[in-house]
């Protein structure tokens, strides 16, 4: 047993060894801004319900620099809904630039998808960017997002993105996640391959490939909508191409109970997807398996280097992440062994359910195992 927690343990190093070349790689990728090249953009903003920050959120996606033609389209299922008159808000500041559909499109499983195909969501831009109510940018977003479409090999366009939490001890784990946890397994994972996936806090596709693939009603038969968007472009010939620009997700759990359930969805979702590679993902958390091989080996001429190359190559890693992804509050070292432990509960929880909660709504993630109820 001791010598499997060992194999383990060095096996995760090696994989934080990995994590911090590709991480390093993207902090000193130049950032790409459009001069010449300009489409036209469509940004479909789902909507459903109040979420901190969300005024300035969806005001970010308006205040663009940008010197073509550009729309916001606001999104939302009901007129009822709380955050309608944040949205008309929104459209009131930039009425040239904001339209609000109402509604939704019956029979689409997925519902952000079914929130925006429908009548009056029709997009106009030569670029159509799908990015979620809770993500933030700067004025240069749609700059670097024309950049990615210089070549017209790319058929879609995706972005990285920090968290944005708030001063709770929750929240900051949640953050931690993904700029230390996902963040990197996505880099690592393009080091063996093209990307064929998109990641949801921005989803940027030409709409004349969007129309080839079906539209929007072809990424509504699954909750991954990101994904199933990056194999379709990459089924039909075209690149996805991963943007250096990064984005800004607000992380809003309060209880460790909803951090448990939103992560939870992520695990189950992921395993869904991509069950071998999903298996092994527990190889990403080097440290807790360091500190197990050194409580019950007894080796401590082994045990102690083994750790004390763990802990630094797991410090590296939160630094490199925070500086590829101007992650700017004050740094969290002390939260790492409890973050990369609940991390690792996570991943074993995912394996005995497929059942995941959305906005209220149950989900079957189709995960290749015995079904059990996502706790919360």
């Given at each position: 047993?001791?010598?499997?927690?060992?194999?383990?343990?060095?096996?995760?190093?090696?994989?934080?060894?990995?994590?911090?070349?590709?991480?390093?790689?993207?902090?000193?990728?130049?950032?790409?801004?459009?001069?010449?090249?300009?489409?036209?953009?469509?940004?479909?903003?789902?909507?459903?319900?109040?979420?901190?920050?969300?005024?300035?959120?969806?005001?970010?996606?308006?205040?663009?620099?940008?010197?073509?033609?550009?729309?916001?389209?606001l999104c939302l299922h009901d007129e009822t809904?709380?955050?309608?008159?944040?949205?008309?808000?929104?459209?009131?500041?930039?009425?040239?630039?904001?339209?609000?559909?109402?509604?939704?499109?019956?029979?689409?499983?997925?519902?952000?998808?079914?929130?925006?195909?429908?009548?009056?969501?029709?997009?106009?831009?030569?670029?159509?960017?799908?990015?979620?109510?809770?993500?933030?940018?700067?004025?240069?977003?749609?700059?670097?997002?024309?950049?990615?479409?210089?070549?017209?090999?790319?058929?879609?366009?995706?972005?990285?993105?920090?968290?944005?939490?708030?001063?709770?001890?929750?929240?900051?784990?949640?953050?931690?996640?993904?700029?230390?946890?996902f963040i990197p397994s996505v880099l690592v994972?393009?080091?063996?391959?093209?990307?064929?996936?998109?990641?949801?806090?921005?989803?940027?596709?030409?709409?004349?490939?969007?129309?080839?693939?079906?539209?929007?009603?072809?990424?509504?038969?699954?909750?991954?909508?990101?994904?199933?968007?990056?194999?379709?472009?990459?089924?039909?010939?075209?690149?996805?191409?991963?943007?250096?620009?990064?984005?800004?997700?607000?992380?809003?759990?309060?209880?460790?109970?909803?951090?448990?359930?939103?992560?939870?969805?992520?695990?189950?979702?992921?395993?869904?997807?991509?069950?071998?590679?999903?298996?092994?993902?527990?190889?990403?958390?080097?440290?807790?398996?360091?500190?197990?091989?050194?409580?019950?080996?007894?080796?401590?001429?082994?045990?102690?280097?083994?750790?004390?190359?763990?802990?630094?190559?797991?410090?590296?890693?939160?630094?490199?992440?925070?500086?590829?992804?101007?992650?700017?509050?004050?740094?969290?070292?002390?939260?790492?062994?409890?973050?990369?432990?609940?991390?690792?509960?996570?991943?074993?929880?995912?394996?005995?359910?497929?059942?995941?909660?959305?906005?209220?709504?149950?989900?079957?993630?189709?995960?290749?195992?015995?079904?059990?109820?996502?706790?919360?």
């Amino acid at each position: 047993m001791t010598t499997a927690i060992l194999v383990v343990a060095l096996a995760g190093a090696t994989y934080l060894v990995l994590a911090n070349v590709r991480v390093a790689a993207f902090l000193l990728r130049p950032a790409e801004y459009a001069s010449e090249f300009l489409p036209s953009f469509s940004i479909l903003k789902p909507i459903a319900g109040l979420e901190p920050q969300l005024y300035e959120n969806l005001r970010s996606a308006c205040d663009q620099n940008y010197g073509a033609f550009f729309e916001v389209i606001l999104c939302l299922h009901d007129e009822t809904d709380a955050a309608m008159s944040v949205a008309q808000r929104i459209a009131d500041e930039f009425p040239s630039i904001v339209r609000i559909a109402v509604g939704t499109t019956p029979g689409i499983k997925n519902p952000k998808i079914a929130n925006l195909a429908k009548a009056g969501a029709e997009p106009r831009g030569e670029i159509v960017v799908i990015a979620d109510s809770d993500i933030g940018v700067d004025r240069r977003y749609l700059q670097a997002l024309a950049a990615s479409f210089g070549s017209e090999r790319t058929g879609s366009a995706t972005c990285l993105y920090r968290g944005a939490p708030s001063r709770t001890i929750v929240s900051r784990l949640g953050a931690m996640q993904i700029e230390e946890g996902f963040i990197p397994s996505v880099l690592v994972a393009l080091a063996l391959g093209k990307l064929r996936f998109c990641l949801g806090a921005t989803m940027a596709v030409r709409r004349s490939v969007l129309e080839q693939i079906g539209g929007l009603p072809a990424l509504g038969e699954t909750i991954a909508d990101d994904h199933k968007l990056g194999q379709l472009v990459s089924s039909h010939g075209r690149e996805i191409e991963l943007s250096r620009y990064v984005v800004q997700t607000a992380v809003p759990e309060a209880t460790i109970r909803a951090l448990l359930s939103h992560e939870l969805r992520w695990a189950r979702t992921n395993f869904a997807l991509a069950p071998a590679g999903y298996a092994f993902s527990f190889l990403m958390y080097a440290l807790p398996f360091a500190l197990l091989y050194l409580a019950v080996s007894e080796n401590l001429g082994v045990g102690l280097p083994l750790l004390a190359a763990v802990l630094v190559l797991r410090l590296l890693l939160h630094f490199l992440a925070r500086a590829a992804l101007n992650v700017t509050r004050p740094a969290d070292v002390w939260l790492i062994p409890l973050r990369d432990c609940m991390s690792l509960a996570v991943w074993f929880i995912s394996l005995f359910g497929k059942r995941v909660t959305w906005r209220g709504a149950s989900f079957d993630t189709g995960a290749p195992r015995p079904g059990q109820d996502e706790i919360g």
